[in-house]
């Protein structure tokens, strides 16, 4: 057991981490940097944390500081005794404070998308359409629904906010798609290794932190000459094709248009409750909404 | 004892000190420094887990200190059914009032234990209560919604999963198998003593569970986070070549990663045209239960003897369960 004045030294240290992790979602949540690691649905709770935290930190500083002698005990949850051990445990939660308060935050990129494997399309490829936009299942009527909005459009514009919905619907009918026009921004993925030489413009979606970021990318026809760098943020706009890539069939843009546009706000995307409800809700708006 | 005195750090503080220092003032002169891809997407994934974990470790800890302090022992052990079968579907049922994550269960499932909670019933709620919640349940069917019935598989071998092992430990372990410092369940309660009433004391009882579970999260965050930056998915997919080869490679992806249980189905999901169905399911049901961060935290909750011997009951139990559910789809 440790003795009354080692608890209070212990108490402090932890009382001054705990604040410090307060501090550092504060930072974030100000710099509106959350949302390089979290969904906006998670966010929220992240934002309460500060409050109990600081709670936390503040009643071990009242103990340390004002506590009586005799109710000072770590009899239930020992403390560590050792200076050794003690440094270690701290340098522990110390660690993730500097590394969030030294390096920059940063999006995922090429490099990361690369690691994990992009993925080209949204479905199994068995799963490919029958008749013009009906669903074979009750599961794909948000899909059928959606594309039978988006094919009525001149112009297809993929939105952020349903970007993988958008994807699925159209990767879902892409015979159907053939030919279409579409706009999509996205980071410019650069294929390395194996599928050396492919561009694709992409998103990672995101659906609880950055650990399931899953990315997304449509193929640009291989013909097409890009000059600009890997990670670049670019808006695309040409024609739907459907092309064989590595045995299977994918969608592919053959771009008209490559122009290289600011990194968005926000630059992951996250899936949608209701994709029809949104997509209905944006191209309410004016068209220059979605571009962004 | 050594008895730990402030002029003792000193020797350490001083180079910490300085490290800080430097960090803080010298570092962001010289960004390209750190300008690395790798340690870029090291940190998105580290920080990223550990902010996804921090809400339900904070509300896991806090649940647990308000039983601790306002909870008598009693009710507990009213609430659970005496008998085994009834208890072990108690157990798997409470999760759908608890959805809690798994970071969030250890310390609530150990204030549960010391409150008479049976071991059994403990095992029973820390495997099925991840994956059997209403959340969890809808975020894997808007993943599978081209196949719905691997989100109905999912629910039923997490239930048959958990409730097997829970009858498996009732028949086999009669020692508690709790690590020593947690039996210590001290007579006298101290905390009346505590300056600033039982408010100050939930408080000073979470930022110890914070401490005691954080370490291991944040090993499990850091080991997880490095694999995910420095693995090559494609190097591995080609071990997933053999026939049973899919679901040892799922299985192990699945522990090396780390996942929420409500995201995880989501990751499952690109793989769907690569692997077999009966290895995502293996995937969506043991990462749960197993993997980096929830091992480590069970080693902190559990003597290691019997730790290991439920991690070789959860691996086999459910590759078994999802080889014999796809020979049946």
Redo the contacts between chains.
């Keep these: 057991m440790n003795d009354p004045r080692s608890i209070r030294v212990h108490y402090l240290l932890r009382a001054v981490l705990l604040l410090g992790f307060a501090l550092y979602i504060a930072h974030l949540s100000q710099q509106d940097a959350l949302h390089y690691y979290v969904a906006p649905k998670l966010a929220r709770w992240i934002r309460l944390c500060p409050v109990p935290l600081a709670l936390m930190a503040a009643s071990l500083g009242i103990q340390a500081l004002f506590g009586k002698s005799s109710a000072l005990c770590d009899c239930e949850h020992q403390l560590p005794r050792s200076l050794f051990r003690s440094t270690a445990l701290y340098g522990l939660f110390l660690f993730p404070l500097l590394l969030g308060f030294v390096l920059p935050d940063r999006a995922l990129g090429s490099a990361a998308a690369a690691r994990k494997g992009i993925s080209l399309t949204y479905i199994a490829p068995e799963e490919g359409s029958g008749e013009r936009f009906t669903a074979s299942n009750p599961y794909q009527e948000e899909f059928a629904g959606l594309a039978g909005r988006l094919y009525k459009q001149p112009v297809i514009t993929v939105h952020p906010e349903i970007f993988s919905e958008t994807f699925g619907a159209i990767d879902l009918y892409k015979e159907q798609f053939e030919g279409k026009q579409i706009k999509v921004s996205g980071f410019l993925y650069k294929g390395q290794g194996t599928d050396g030489g492919s561009f694709a413009v992409s998103r990672f979606l995101v659906q609880c932190c950055t650990a399931d970021a899953t990315p997304f990318g449509i193929l640009l026809d291989p013909q097409t000459q890009i000059s600009l760098p890997a990670d670049t943020w670019i808006e695309v706009q040409g024609k739907l094709h459907v092309a064989q890539y590595q045995g299977k069939a994918v969608v592919q843009i053959t771009p008209e248009h490559v122009t290289p546009i600011l990194q968005p706000d926000t630059p992951y995307v996250y899936s949608n409750a209701d994709s029809i409800a949104a997509w209905e809700q944006i191209s309410g708006a004016p068209a220059e909404a979605g571009a962004k | 004892?050594?008895?730990?005195?402030?002029f003792?750090?000193l020797p350490?503080l001083i180079p910490a000190v300085f490290l800080?220092i430097l960090?803080?003032v010298w570092?962001?002169a010289h960004?390209e420094l750190?300008d690395n891809?790798?340690?870029?997407?090291f940190?998105?994934?580290?920080?990223?887990?550990?902010?996804?974990a921090?809400?339900f470790v904070?509300l896991g800890a806090?649940l647990s200190s308000l039983l601790r302090v306002f909870v008598p022992d009693e009710w507990i052990s009213r609430w659970i059914p005496r008998r085994p079968v009834p208890a072990i579907l108690f157990g798997c049922l409470l999760g759908i009032l608890f959805p809690v994550c798994e970071c969030g269960m250890i310390p609530l499932v150990r204030r549960l234990m010391q409150k008479g909670m049976p071991l059994y019933v403990a095992v029973v709620f820390i495997l099925s209560g991840p994956i059997l919640n209403p959340v969890v349940y809808g975020?894997t069917l808007?993943a599978f919604?081209?196949h719905?019935w691997l989100a109905y598989a999912r629910m039923g071998l997490a239930f048959a999963v958990a409730a097997a092992i829970g009858f498996i430990i009732y028949a086999t372990v009669t020692k508690s198998p709790l690590r020593l410092?947690i039996r210590?369940?001290?007579g006298e309660p101290?905390r009346l003593?505590?300056?600033?009433g039982r408010f100050?004391s939930v408080?000073?009882?979470?930022?110890?569970?914070?401490?005691?579970m954080?370490?291991y999260l944040?090993?499990g965050?850091?080991l997880?986070?490095g694999i995910?930056?420095f693995?090559?998915?494609?190097s591995l997919?080609a071990i997933g070549g053999m026939p049973l080869g899919s679901y040892l490679f799922m299985m192990g992806l699945a522990f090396v990663?780390?996942?929420?249980s409500?995201?995880?189905a989501?990751?499952a999901a690109?793989f769907?045209?690569t692997f077999p169905a009966g290895s995502l399911l293996a995937f969506m049901v043991l990462g749960p239960m197993l993997d980096f961060k929830n091992s480590l935290m069970l080693l902190s909750l559990f003597k290691t003897r019997f730790a290991l011997y439920l991690f070789f009951l959860i691996f086999a139990a459910v590759f078994t369960g999802s080889v014999l559910a796809s020979l049946w789809l």
């Design positions: 004892m050594t008895i730990f005195s402030p003792k750090l350490l800080i960090g803080v570092l962001p960004p750190l891809s790798y340690l870029h997407s940190k998105t994934a580290f920080i990223g887990i550990l902010l996804e921090l809400p904070l806090l975020a808007t919604r081209t719905p410092s210590r369940e001290t101290h003593s505590t300056r600033g100050v408080l000073v009882h979470t930022s110890d569970e914070f401490f005691e954080g370490k944040i090993i965050c850091l997880t986070s995910q930056s693995m090559d998915h494609g997919e990663l780390s996942l929420c409500t995201s995880d989501f990751v690109t769907l045209h």
